[in-house]
């Protein structure tokens, strides 16, 4: 290949490609749509889920119950999991559960659950608590802290968004 070859036949502006104009053109009588079917036809246009005729995999894949897309994603934590991971009189706040690897992955609210027992006096700061988890944080000695909710709904939404566009 010589250095001069590299462009050739490649042209900043390209003339536009004449269609169904006459048999001389190349793209005359069928206008380059094949003969007959679907989309030789005017105004055709498909369903992204259109699949040939067959049945659509949309309608092939059992559905039940209802999937709330706006949802708050929370993660669980349990009481059990905090005794092991911190010591006596350790603050637990959402940025020490992210370093000691207990809260992963995105989510929009923590909640610590009071599966397991509690025998270390922490302070503790998350978005929810069941019953349990607060009766065995107290009965240890530690407190509790409730944090509200970092994003709102729109930014829920925005960020849902977002995901389903990278995928």
């Given at each position: 290949m010589q250095l001069n070859d590299v462009h050739r036949g490649i042209l900043k502006k390209r003339p536009r490609k004449r269609i169904g104009r006459?048999?001389?053109?190349?793209?005359?009588?069928?206008?380059?749509?094949?003969h007959n079917g679907h989309k030789s036809r005017s105004g055709y246009?498909?369903?992204?889920?259109?699949?040939?005729?067959?049945?659509?995999?949309?309608?092939?894949?059992p559905k039940r119950g209802f999937n709330n897309r706006w949802a708050l994603t929370v993660f669980a934590v349990n009481v059990a999991r905090l005794n092991e991971c911190f010591n006596d009189g350790e603050e637990v706040t959402l940025e020490a559960l992210a370093t000691?690897?207990?809260?992963?992955?995105?989510?929009d609210e923590v909640k610590i659950l009071g599966d397991g027992e509690l025998s270390k006096k922490l302070k503790v700061s998350?978005?929810?608590?069941?019953?349990?988890?607060?009766?065995?944080?107290?009965a240890a000695g530690g407190t509790v802290n409730k944090i509200v909710t970092r994003r709102t709904p729109d930014e829920r939404v925005a960020a849902l968004?977002?995901?389903?566009a990278k995928s």
């Open positions: 006459g048999p001389g053109s190349g793209t005359g009588k069928t206008a380059g749509r094949g246009s498909r369903k992204p889920t259109f699949q040939g005729g067959a049945m659509p995999m949309i309608r092939r894949v000691k690897g207990l809260a992963k992955g995105t989510f998350a978005h929810r608590f069941s019953k349990t988890a607060e009766e065995k944080i107290a968004k977002a995901e389903a």
